[in-house]
C-alpha cells in the first residue's frame, strides 16, 4: 500500500512540472466526467487513472465500482493530495446501490423492441404489475417512446400539499451528505434515496430515446446525468447544455429535462404510478 501512495505522489509530482513548463496547457486539467476544470484531483487504486475530480468520483461510486475508463474495479479513492508533503485522503466507497444491471446496454435493441403494455392499462395496485426494477425498463416503454417521437411534453402539475409536488433542486441531492468528503454517504439519506428514484427514472426514459443520438451506452448516461443534477437543477440552461452532449440533438434534450424535472418533483417512486397521474396533449395514435 505504501508503494502504491509513492507511486502516485511522485506521478503527481512529476506532472506538475510538465504542466508548469507548458504555457496554456491542453485540456490536462479537465475532468473527464463532467469536462469542467478539475477540482481536488482523485486518484483510483489501483488502476491510478486521476482524470477526476473527487466530488464526480464520490457520486459516480454510488452507482458504480468500476473506472469510467479501463472498467477496473475500484477498491478506493486518493484525494487531495500534496505531492511535497506527501499528505493524501482516502475514501472507501460502499457497495454500489442495486439499481444498474450489467449487460443492459448490450441488449438494447432487442429491449426496445421487446412487447410492453402502455402503462394505462395497469392500475397502481395491479398484481400483474413489474416484480422487479428490470421490469420497470419495459412497462409504459412503447408510450414513452412515442411521447419523443410526437415531441409531447407533459403538462404542468402544480405545487402543492394536493397533489404533493415539490421543487426539487441540486441542493436536494446532496441534503444530509456527511460534511465530511471522506465519508461515503448513508444508503437510507433523502438525497440516496432521491437518487436511487432517478435511476429508476433514467433507465426507462433513455431507452425511448432513439439510440443513435446518444452519446454513451445507457449506464455510463445515468452517472453522468447523477453528477450533473448535484451541479445544477434539472430545468437550468447549464443542466440542458450537459444534456445535450449526451442527448445528441437540442430539442430532444430539452425536452428530456422537462420530463425529469416533472418526474422529480412527483413523490411516485414506482413508475407505474407515475404514469397513471401524466396527462399529454392528444397526438395521433398516440393512446
Known sequence: MHSTFEAICNRNTQTNIHEDAQEGGDNQDQCAICLDLIINQAVIVPCQHSEYCFRCMRIWTTTSNRCPICVQPIDYLV???????????????LPIMPNLNN???????????????PAAQHPPNSESGPSSSQSD????????????????????????????FYPVSSKHFLKDRSKNPSEPTRRDCPSAKLIARTIRFLQRELRAIQ????????????????????????????AVHRFSQLIRDPQLA?????????????PYDDLLQWDQVLQYPTAPNVY
Do not use: M
Request: aromatic share 8%; hydrophobic share 30%.
Open 103 to 117: 449487460g443492459d446496454d448490450n441488449n438494447r435493441q432487442s429491449q426496445a423492441a421487446s412487447p410492453t403494455l
Open 211 to 238: 439510440p443513435e443520438v446518444l452519446a454513451h451506452p445507457i449506464e455510463h448516461s445515468i452517472r453522468v446525468i447523477i453528477i450533473i443534477l448535484h451541479r445544477a437543477d434539472s430545468n437550468s440552461s447549464e
Open 137 to 164: 425498463h419495459f412497462i409504459g416503454l412503447d408510450r414513452r417512446q412515442l411521447i419523443y417521437r410526437h415531441s409531447l411534453y407533459v403538462k404542468h402539475i402544480p405545487s402543492n400539499r394536493y397533489t404533493q
Open 254 to 266: 430539452q425536452h428530456f429535462s422537462h420530463e425529469l424535472t416533472c418526474f422529480l418533483r412527483s
Open 79 to 93: 484525494h487531495r493530495i500534496d505531492p511535497r508533503t506527501k499528505d493524501f485522503q482516502i475514501f472507501h466507497p
